[in-house]
C-alpha cells in the first residue's frame, strides 16, 4: 500500500467514524461563497484541524470545517473553505480532500470560486459556469508516480466539466430568469492578482475568467471518475480603467452580494443530480 493510500485509509476512517451516513455530492466554497453552509441541514461537522493527514485553511473568508447534511433531499459533503497552492500547501495537498470525498463515495463534485473576469461582455457580480479550463502555470497536482487505484496514468481531459450538469443548471437558470455566463477559467498561481499584460495574455489565450483554485481540484476529480460542476463569480474586471485597483476586501464583497442566486443555482442542481 503506497504511503497516501494509507494516509487516505486513515482519513477516511476517522471521518467515517464521525459520519456514519454517506454523501453522494461534494461541495466546494469559495471565497465569500460560505453562507452556502446555512442552507444545509447540518448533521455534523468536523473542523479540518480535527481530521488526520488534513491540510488547515489560513486564509480570511475561509470557514475551515467539513460538513456532512442534507440540502433539498440529498446527502452532501461540504468543503466550508479550500486550500490554496499560494498558501503553500503542495498541489498534493491541495487536492487531498477531493481525494478523501471519492473514497467515501461522493461521484459528483460542485465546485465554486471567486474569479476576475477578462470578458468585455462580463461584469462584477455576473456567474459564470465554467465549462473548460486552462492551466496556466498552476503545478499538476498528478505529476509523480501514479496510484492505479485513484486513478489512470494519463486521465483524458476532454469533458472536464460534465455536460450534463451543465444543461441542468442553464435550464435551472432559465426557469428561475437568472442569468448564467459560460466560459473558460484560467487558472494562475496567484498570490498577485495579475498585471494589466498578464490579464489581456489571459484574454488573447481564449480565458474568460481568472483565479486561484478550481484547476487542480477539477483534475483530481477528474482523475478519479468524479463528474464536475463549476461556477465562477465575477469580482473584478481585470481590463478596467487605469485608476482602479484589485483588493481581496473588494472580491469577498462582490462575492457576498452575489450570493443568494449562487446559492440557488447550487440548491436546485442538488436537487437536479
Ligand atoms: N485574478 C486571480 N484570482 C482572482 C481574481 C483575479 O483577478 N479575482 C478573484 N480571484
Known sequence: MSDLIKKLTETVAFIKNEFKE????????????????????????????????????????????????????KKILAMSGRFHFYEGYTPQQVV????????LGVHTVLLSNAAGSVNPNHKVGDMMIINDHISFFTPNPLVGKNDEELGPRF????????????AKAISIAQHANIELKQGVYV?????????????QLIKAIGGDVVGMSTVQENIVAVHGG????????????GIRDEENVITHEE???????AEPKFTFIFKELIKAI
Open 96 to 103: 487531498y480532500p477531493i481525494r478523501v470525498m471519492k473514497m
Open 226 to 237: 468524479m463528474k464536475v460542476f463549476a461556477m465562477s463569480i465575477v469580482t473584478d474586471l
Open 251 to 257: 472580491v469577498l464583497q462582490a462575492a457576498k452580494e
Open 22 to 73: 454517506e454523501a453522494g455530492i461534494g461541495v466546494i466554497l469559495g471565497s465569500g461563497l460560505g453562507n452556502f453552509i446555512q442552507e444545509v441541514t447540518i448533521e455534523k461537522e468536523i473542523p479540518y484541524s480535527l481530521i488526520p493527514h488534513f491540510p488547515v485553511s489560513t486564509v480570511k473568508g475561509h470557514g475551515g470545517k467539513l460538513v456532512l447534511g442534507t440540502v433539498n433531499g
Open 187 to 199: 487558472g494562475v498561481t496567484g498570490p498577485t492578482f495579475e498585471t494589466r499584460a498578464e490579464y
Open 155 to 166: 486521465p483524458d481531459m476532454s469533458e472536464p466539466y460534465s455536460k450534463d450538469l451543465i
